[in-house]
């Protein structure tokens, strides 16, 4: 099953909306025409990871998102978080979120399998080198990053995360324990394991 996310930075400094979505009202409001334009889920981001971003502390990242996440929960607009940060997502789940994305595929911080696998939400993969200001090389590109995606999501399985026998690209917005897990080899990512793309 395809679904589609929407993407919410409510952030001063992301690449392609950062300071436009800060105010809470403007946040819901745009979250809701996304959903009514056909968006299964809201991606809420507080931190950018465009190139040259700085890294802010995950105390400000729950300030920025976890007022809109409640808000969008309450309306009943489904909610992913974007973050690296397992204490953040860990209080997004909280605040009502049912998938996690995390752009480093729990490289970051180690702790996001275990928030994954605990709280038994949805978790976004992505394949991750090096960190925001690394440039990449491959020589394969698309074999190195199916390789690379294979074998995090394969440590994955083993810290709890469970696979599913979706081969989507995207999630359901179904809840599942344990965590159900995936990736793909393009910028974005499945919320349920299967061969990488």
Known sequence: MTAILGVLNVTPDSFSDGGRWQRLDDAVAHAARMRDAGADWIDVGGESTRPGSIAIDPDEEQHRVLPVIRALSDA?????IDTRNSATARAAVEAGATM???????????????????????FVVMHWRGGVD???RYDDV????????KARLAELLVRGCAASSSSSTRASASRSRPSTIGSCCTPSASSRLSPPC
């Open 100 to 122: 996690i994305n995390d752009v480093s595929g729990a490289l970051h911080d180690p702790q996001m399998a275990v928030v994954a696998a605990e709280t038994g939400v949805h």
């Open 76 to 80: 009943g607009i489904p909610v992913s």
């Open 142 to 149: 698309v074999a190195e990053v199916r390789a690379e995606l």
């Open 134 to 136: 690394v440039e990449p």
